[in-house]
DNA sequence: AAGGATCACAACCGCGGGGTT
DNA sequence: TAACCCCGCGGTTGTGATCCT
């Protein structure tokens, strides 16, 4: 017996996702929280698949999600972690509070995975690479180890020789970064830490419910949603005090299907269940 | 300035694990 | 125990942004 398609394809929407499939997402999930992936569609009436809600949600919605470049320190964790767990993302992202296996498996892909490559390091193995493959150019230019890589010049174990020295950027990589932070890429680092008392809270504007924006950026919708001068893209701990200011009411983040506010009305014990899981997040 | 190449990341796909019947 | 269902994981792809020539 053939294996049942996660949902039925036809007349289901795929590729990227609107600011509207993103309010009546976020809509539901506050309403309701998390429930079965598969139902949550047609309840939340939107046309995707429920694994499609569930990676939205997980990868990209979700309030306590940090957003930006990983840190120094973060990088660090990754790459110890890799070392003893492999590319176990999931597992891995369990020690990362704020990121998703998506996440970090991307910028392991992208940026790791390439700084090892470059220091003459096995990104496989986490050992230096001896006999390099000849159709990787990148890896025959730069196969002579970093002296602190050879395992007979240090007194380390490869795993940590080699976290210590990923970490220990190059010049180039600074100036990447620097390059990065110059231009619209966060790097969580270079976020300013913002006292509470400096976050302005407004009040809803009747006349805020239309965007321009088609884009499926998370800072997109969460304007469209007006969430009180809050920026998700930065630290999730500000979203949070800036979700709890006095003049918030949660009923604020619900937002009808044709853009009219407060329409939901949440009990009182779910806007006390809700208020806890902001607070839990915060600790 | 234009067009191709490369990069970065969101999203998709298919599989396997675990729970339920 | 087998069949089924759902969820989560890891690999891969698609596409917009940026860089380079």
Request: with cysteine; net charge negative.
């Amino acid at each position: 017996m053939g294996r049942q398609p996660c949902c039925d394809k036809v007349g289901l929407k795929k590729g990227p996702w609107t600011a509207e499939e993103d309010k009546k997402l976020i809509n539901f999930m506050l309403t309701n929280g998390q429930c079965c992936w598969r139902a949550l569609p047609k309840l939340a009436g939107l046309l995707r698949c429920g694994k499609s809600c569930r990676l939205r949600w997980t990868n990209y919605l979700r309030p306590d999600l940090k957003r930006g470049l990983l840190s120094e320190s973060e990088e660090k964790l990754v790459i110890d972690l890799h070392a003893q767990l492999g590319n176990r993302w999931s597992k891995i992202a369990s020690h990362l509070p704020g990121r998703t296996d998506n996440e970090i498996k991307n910028h392991w892909n992208t940026h790791i995975k390439k700084k090892l490559k470059k220091m003459g390091i096995d990104p496989v193995t986490h050992k230096p690479i001896t006999s390099p493959d000849p159709t990787d150019d990148q890896t025959k230019e730069q196969n002579q180890p970093n002296e602190q890589f050879a395992p007979a010049s240090s007194s380390m174990s490869p795993n940590k020789s080699l976290v210590s020295a990923i970490t220990e950027e190059t010049k180039e990589d600074r100036v990447d970064r620097t390059t990065l932070s110059t231009s619209n890429k966060i790097c969580t680092d270079d976020i300013p830490l913002i006292d509470p008392s400096e976050i302005l809270v407004q009040p809803r504007s009747s006349s805020s419910a239309s965007s321009t924006s088609s884009s499926s950026s998370s800072d997109s919708i969460l304007q469209d949603l007006d969430f009180p001068s809050m920026d998700w893209s930065c630290d999730n701990n500000v979203n949070l005090i800036s979700l709890l200011e006095d003049d918030f009411k949660w009923e604020d983040l619900l937002i009808d299907d044709d853009g009219n506010s407060n329409m939901i009305t949440i009990d009182p014990i779910d806007d006390q269940a809700s208020q806890d899981w902001a607070y839990g997040l915060l600790l």
